[in-house]
């Protein structure tokens, strides 16, 4: 009886997802008609068809609106064209298609390729902010004195915008001859290390005075305290901030790809994408970040939820 | 109808059911549950947790629909009678706004229902003398002891003058010697504003103290095992309870209780 | 290498003062909260400065603090032509639009049961994913200028902002609501009096958050394309002619904007939630 209650919900919720999408979908392709029409009828006046107003001058100062009700025939042209204001879903489905499967892992034009070189400054980055951040919290856990002096500026840290080292690191770096998966994994280093100090400080301080007194009363010492209470009861916490950090660090090492001129990484094909108006190059690459974004966070995911229940902190 | 009372009862329930459906299968939260509440009534429900004295008062209040049967509240149905604003509701928590001074709680329900700037600050001057807070009315309720909040909260379902007060556990969460003082109150205030009360309890002592009526409630399906008319006067003083008509009255209470738990196991 | 010496000694001081300070009777006073970090502070700025030049490091790897100190100064009417161009038209307005229009929809979508289905997981997805890549996208459709600015933003605050706000309209408990419900209260009475008001510490939480998120959106997106004028132009543009004491002029800036609009939001969520146990202390 239960379970077939828990399932209904699950299926009305999987139903109103689906829906929500499909809407986004129908959505998706109407507004290619508008966004595309004008290149369209420049396209299709070209090839010789009639197009309504014939004159070029006109048409700029048409509506979008009215022009695909003039020229209904051009309509699917617009969910066809090569290099669309707004692609169609399935050109960055068949783009994307072509780009991975059907492309050698080592060619430079695939998706997979480009996505290992910013998976892997990511996750070098990640390691790297992730262990460090994990030290600094205990170190001010366990100092005062650096609880309030190095604290508060890991706070205001969060506060502002420090992605905008990104590139200066990466020109900075080049120039003393460091380049590749450094530069971009230092980026992604940076990024996730505060939200884990933050995160992580915020898990070993959680145990409560009557948590911290009992252990007092057996006569422990501080790295038993800090080992059998402090660290077990950080762990959501720094799951939590895990989540954010490896966010964090992927946009790292998106944006620490824009500057070195664009050679590899889905922040390349971003940028390549934008100076050569390749948007549905653009988009597949938008979408694989997205896909890899997603398999990160819910890999994490999995992962806490595994500790967790072993820990018995979990259901 | 009632024939014997020469006013219409202002509560009357007629073979009240009421199923909730859950996950576990269906619930029987009142079976075929019979009552009437006369005006100036006070009248308790006492009974182990699930037998269905809160969803009962709920009932009343039109926060549940019954599944079969017949309520009327004011000779309405419940939910015109809350539409009208009947009642006053006390819930076990005072459940104050937080972001509200206690006067500015007090005048929550008067904003909705309407009322002039100058009748809300009047109403509130006088619920406040009424519960003994004047002078509380600019704290905010995190300001104030436990008891205080659960006196401004009746405060607050006093200030709109519905002629019915439903409570449901408003003193559960306070210690013993807050809740004498305010089951004191409470009488007086009855005795003062003359309103039919509703109140939902899990204590002997308190239900035998404040009622004209004790109802007796047990579980699984939640009905009524016993209503005890009380002869206790009107006029109580706390060390009534000292009384031997109190300790028979609180007797037979005990005694329905252990009935409706012994058919149960 | 005196000067290297003379950091070792900065650090010794630093150290020292604020062993001192946070081993004190003081230790917990509000005075010592607020100069503990300043000593770091400064101690670093001291450390950097003795350093870059005890070292002599070249200008285009790292410019010391005085340097800065004065390009800053010198630079004063760009810096803030490009502080007016990012943070105010790109980012605010994008952050004003962008939480605005998710605030709208979380009223929608808490009042549909059928679209928090729906909607919540998708928006709690996308709020993951790194939107900052929709940038060349929106440049290319609203034009270098700062709108496409505004837009990334509005993309990047909307799916936090709308998930904080849903989360806190669903905050009041449910003896609460049926408190309004014996009032009789309608929809409107009881969203306005009861639901908005314990809603506020999430909607400032969304708030807050997406203070940095429109920030990081107005500058990364000038990567893509900008007039020649703006906080990302011109740290990229400086970061490529190595003049790299503008870069941290401007980076400067962006920390004193970010913490600047960080701190007027939480000023006003504390005027407001006044009431909540996390302000009261």
Same mark, same amino acid.
């Given at each position: 009886?239960?379970?077939m209650?828990?399932m209904?919900?699950?299926?009305?919720?999987?139903?109103a997802?689906l829906?929500v999408?499909?809407?986004?979908?129908?959505?998706?392709?109407?507004a290619?008609?508008?966004?595309?029409?004008?290149?369209? $009828? &420049?396209?299709?006046? !070209?090839?010789g068809?009639?197009?309504?107003?014939?004159?070029?001058?006109?048409?700029?100062?048409?509506?979008?609106?009215?022009?695909?009700?003039?020229?209904s025939?051009?309509?699917?042209?617009?969910?066809?064209?090569?290099?669309? !204001?707004?692609?169609?879903?399935?050109?960055?489905?068949?783009?994307?298609?072509?780009?991975?499967?059907?492309?050698?892992?080592?060619?430079?034009?695939?998706?997979?390729?480009?996505?290992?070189?910013?998976?892997?400054?990511?996750? $070098?980055?990640?390691?790297?902010?992730?262990g460090?951040?994990?030290?600094?919290?205990?170190?001010?856990?366990?100092?005062?004195?650096?609880?309030?002096?190095?604290?508060?500026?890991?706070?205001?840290s969060?506060?502002?915008?420090?992605?905008?080292?990104?590139?200066?690191?990466?020109?900075?770096?080049?120039?003393?001859?460091?380049?590749?998966?450094?530069?971009?994994a230092i980026?992604?280093?940076?990024?996730?290390?505060?939200?884990?100090?933050?995160?992580?400080?915020k898990g070993l301080?959680?145990?409560?005075?009557?948590?911290?007194?009992?252990?007092?009363?057996?006569?422990?010492?501080?790295s038993?305290?800090f080992?059998?209470?402090?660290?077990?009861?950080?762990?959501?916490?720094?799951f939590?901030?895990?989540?954010?950090g490896i966010?964090?660090?992927?946009?790292g090492?998106?944006?620490?790809?824009?500057p070195?001129?664009?050679?590899?990484?889905?922040?390349?094909?971003?940028?390549?994408?934008?100076?050569?108006?390749?948007?549905?190059?653009?988009?597949?690459?938008?979408?694989a970040?997205?896909?890899?974004?997603?398999?990160?966070v819910?890999?994490?995911?999995?992962?806490?939820?595994?500790?967790?229940?072993?820990?018995?902190?979990?259901? | 109808m009632?024939?014997?009372?020469?006013?219409?009862?202002?509560?009357?329930?007629? =073979?009240?059911?009421?199923?909730?459906? &859950?996950?576990?299968?269906?619930?029987?939260?009142?079976?075929?549950? *019979?009552?009437?509440?006369d005006?100036?009534?006070?009248?308790?429900?006492i009974?182990?947790?699930?037998?269905?004295?809160?969803?009962? $008062?709920?009932?009343?209040?039109?926060?549940?629909?019954?599944t079969?049967?017949?309520?009327?509240? *004011?000779?309405?149905?419940?939910?015109?009678?809350?539409?009208n604003?009947?009642?006053?509701?006390?819930?076990?928590?005072?459940?104050?706004?937080p972001?509200?001074?206690i006067?500015?709680?007090?005048?929550?329900? %008067?904003?909705?229902?309407?009322?002039?700037?100058?009748?809300q600050?009047e109403?509130?001057?006088?619920?406040?003398?009424?519960?003994?807070?004047?002078?509380?009315?600019?704290?905010?309720?995190?300001?104030?002891?436990?008891?205080?909040?659960?006196?401004?909260?009746?405060?607050?379902?006093?200030?709109?003058?519905?002629?019915?007060?439903?409570?449901?556990?408003?003193?559960?969460a306070?210690?013993?010697?807050?809740?004498?003082?305010?089951?004191?109150?409470?009488?007086?205030?009855?005795?003062?504003?003359?309103?039919?009360?509703?109140?939902v309890?899990?204590?002997?002592?308190?239900?035998v103290?404040?009622?004209?009526?004790?109802?007796?409630?047990?579980?699984?399906?939640?009905?009524?095992?016993?209503?005890?008319?009380?002869?206790?006067?009107?006029?109580?003083?706390?060390?009534?309870r000292?009384?031997?008509?109190?300790?028979?009255?609180?007797?037979?209470?005990?005694?329905?209780?252990?009935a409706?738990?012994?058919?149960?196991? | 290498?005196?000067?290297?010496?003379g950091?070792?000694?900065?650090?010794?001081?630093?150290?020292?003062?604020?062993?001192?300070?946070?081993?004190?009777?003081?230790?917990?006073?509000r005075?010592?909260?607020?100069?503990?970090?300043?000593?770091?502070g400064?101690?670093v700025i001291?450390?950097?400065?003795?350093?870059?030049?005890?070292?002599?490091?070249?200008?285009?790897? $790292?410019?010391?603090?005085?340097?800065?100190?004065?390009?800053?100064?010198?630079?004063?009417?760009t810096?803030w032509?490009?502080?007016?161009?990012?943070?105010?038209?790109?980012a605010?307005?994008?952050?004003?639009?962008?939480?605005?229009?998710?605030?709208?929809?979380?009223?929608?979508?808490?009042?549909?049961?059928?679209?928090?289905?729906?909607?919540?997981?998708?928006?709690?997805?996308?709020?993951?994913?790194?939107?900052?890549?929709?940038?060349p996208?929106l440049?290319?459709?609203?034009?270098?200028?700062w =709108?496409?600015?505004?837009a990334?933003?509005?993309?990047?605050?909307?799916?936090?902002? %709308?998930?904080?706000?849903?989360?806190?309209?669903?905050?009041?408990?449910?003896?609460?609501?049926?408190?309004?419900?014996?009032?009789?209260?309608?929809?409107?009475?009881?969203?306005?009096?009861?639901?908005?008001?314990?809603?506020?510490?999430?909607?400032?939480?969304? %708030?807050?958050?997406?203070?940095?998120?429109?920030l990081?959106?107005?500058?990364?997106?000038?990567?893509?394309?900008?007039?020649?004028?703006?906080?990302?132009?011109?740290?990229?543009?400086?970061?490529?002619? %190595?003049?790299?004491?503008?870069?941290?002029?401007?980076?400067?800036?962006?920390?004193?904007?970010?913490?600047?609009?960080?701190?007027?939001?939480?000023?006003?969520?504390?005027?407001?939630?006044?009431?909540?146990?996390?302000?009261?202390?």
């Amino acid at each position: 009886m239960r379970g077939m209650r828990m399932m209904n919900d699950g299926f009305k919720a999987f139903w109103a997802v689906l829906t929500v999408l499909a809407v986004i979908m129908v959505f998706w392709y109407a507004a290619c008609i508008p966004m595309n029409i004008k290149g369209v $009828l &420049t396209e299709q006046e !070209r090839a010789g068809a009639e197009v309504l107003p014939p004159l070029a001058k006109d048409r700029r100062d048409m509506s979008e609106f009215g022009l695909a009700l003039n020229n209904s025939f051009a309509i699917p042209a617009t969910w066809e064209q090569d290099r669309p !204001r707004l692609p169609a879903p399935h050109q960055v489905a068949i783009e994307m298609w072509e780009t991975t499967v059907q492309k050698k892992i080592t060619s430079k034009r695939s998706l997979i390729y480009h996505g290992w070189v910013t998976l892997s400054a990511t996750m $070098l980055g990640f390691a790297i902010g992730t262990g460090l951040g994990i030290l600094l919290a205990v170190g001010i856990v366990h100092s005062r004195v650096m609880d309030l002096s190095v604290m508060p500026w890991a706070i205001v840290s969060q506060t502002i915008p420090i992605i905008a080292l990104a590139p200066m690191i990466i020109v900075v770096l080049y120039s003393v001859g460091i380049q590749g998966i450094i530069p971009k994994a230092i980026i992604s280093a940076y990024l996730s290390f505060f939200p884990v100090v933050v995160g992580m400080v915020k898990g070993l301080r959680s145990p409560d005075a009557m948590q911290l007194d009992l252990l007092r009363t057996y006569n422990a010492s501080r790295s038993q305290g800090f080992w059998k209470l402090r660290l077990p009861a950080s762990m959501p916490y720094l799951f939590t901030s895990l989540k954010i950090g490896i966010a964090a660090s992927l946009v790292g090492a998106i944006v620490g790809e824009l500057p070195t001129g664009a050679v590899a990484g889905l922040g390349a094909r971003l940028l390549a994408g934008s100076y050569y108006g390749q948007t549905v190059q653009i988009w597949s690459a938008l979408f694989a970040a997205a896909i890899l974004a997603a398999c990160l966070v819910g890999l994490l995911g999995l992962i806490e939820r595994t500790v967790l229940k072993r820990m018995g902190m979990a259901q | 109808m009632n024939t014997e009372s020469t006013t219409p009862p202002v509560i009357e329930a007629r =073979h009240l059911d009421l199923t909730f459906q &859950t996950n576990d299968g269906p619930i029987h939260a009142l079976k075929d549950v *019979n009552l009437t509440i006369d005006k100036g009534d006070f009248v308790s429900f006492i009974g182990p947790s699930g037998c269905g004295k809160t969803t009962f $008062l709920r009932c009343i209040a039109a926060l549940e629909t019954p599944t079969g049967g017949a309520l009327t509240v *004011n000779g309405m149905t419940p939910d015109e009678a809350r539409r009208n604003r009947a009642y006053g509701y006390v819930f076990q928590a005072a459940g104050l706004y937080p972001w509200r001074t206690i006067a500015k709680n007090i005048k929550l329900p %008067l904003e909705i229902m309407g009322y002039s700037g100058s009748e809300q600050n009047e109403r509130v001057k006088n619920v406040l003398e009424l519960v003994d807070l004047e002078g509380f009315g600019g704290k905010f309720p995190w300001q104030l002891s436990g008891g205080m909040q659960q006196r401004a909260s009746i405060a607050r379902a006093l200030a709109f003058d519905a002629d019915i007060l439903l409570m449901d556990e408003p003193f559960g969460a306070l210690d013993e010697i807050v809740r004498d003082h305010l089951n004191e109150q409470l009488l007086a205030l009855w005795a003062r504003t003359e309103k039919t009360i509703g109140f939902v309890t899990h204590s002997i002592p308190e239900a035998v103290y404040l009622s004209t009526k004790i109802v007796v409630m047990s579980p699984r399906p939640g009905r009524i095992t016993d209503v005890i008319e009380s002869p206790l006067p009107k006029e109580r003083p706390l060390d009534i309870r000292d009384t031997p008509e109190f300790i028979e009255v609180a007797h037979r209470v005990r005694e329905g209780l252990r009935a409706g738990h012994a058919d149960d196991e | 290498m005196i000067p290297v010496l003379g950091a070792i000694g900065v650090w010794l001081l630093g150290w020292w003062l604020n062993s001192r300070l946070a081993s004190g009777p003081y230790a917990d006073t509000r005075m010592v909260r607020f100069l503990a970090p300043l000593i770091f502070g400064l101690t670093v700025i001291g450390i950097w400065e003795l350093v870059v030049r005890g070292l002599e490091v070249p200008l285009v790897i $790292l410019p010391a603090p005085s340097v800065i100190a004065v390009r800053f100064a010198d630079s004063l009417p760009t810096l803030w032509a490009d502080f007016v161009q990012t943070i105010i038209k790109g980012a605010l307005s994008g952050y004003i639009i962008g939480c605005g229009s998710a605030f709208l929809m979380a009223i929608a979508v808490d009042r549909w049961d059928f679209l928090r289905l729906g909607l919540l997981p998708v928006g709690n997805f996308v709020a993951a994913l790194p939107i900052v890549g929709t940038a060349p996208i929106l440049v290319m459709w609203f034009g270098f200028d700062w =709108h496409s600015k505004a837009a990334v933003v509005v993309v990047m605050v909307f799916f936090p902002m %709308l998930v904080n706000t849903v989360a806190g309209l669903r905050e009041a408990t449910a003896m609460q609501r049926d408190l309004m419900e014996t009032y009789a209260a309608t929809y409107w009475q009881s969203f306005l009096k009861l639901r908005l008001p314990a809603a506020m510490p999430f909607i400032f939480n969304g %708030l807050k958050i997406s203070t940095t998120l429109a920030l990081i959106g107005a500058i990364v997106a000038e990567f893509f394309g900008s007039p020649i004028v703006g906080m990302g132009f011109r740290i990229s543009t400086s970061v490529g002619q %190595l003049s790299l004491d503008m870069v941290w002029a401007e980076i400067v800036v962006a920390a004193l904007a970010g913490t600047a609009f960080y701190g007027g939001v939480a000023m006003i969520e504390k005027a407001v939630t006044f009431w909540h146990p996390s302000q009261r202390g």
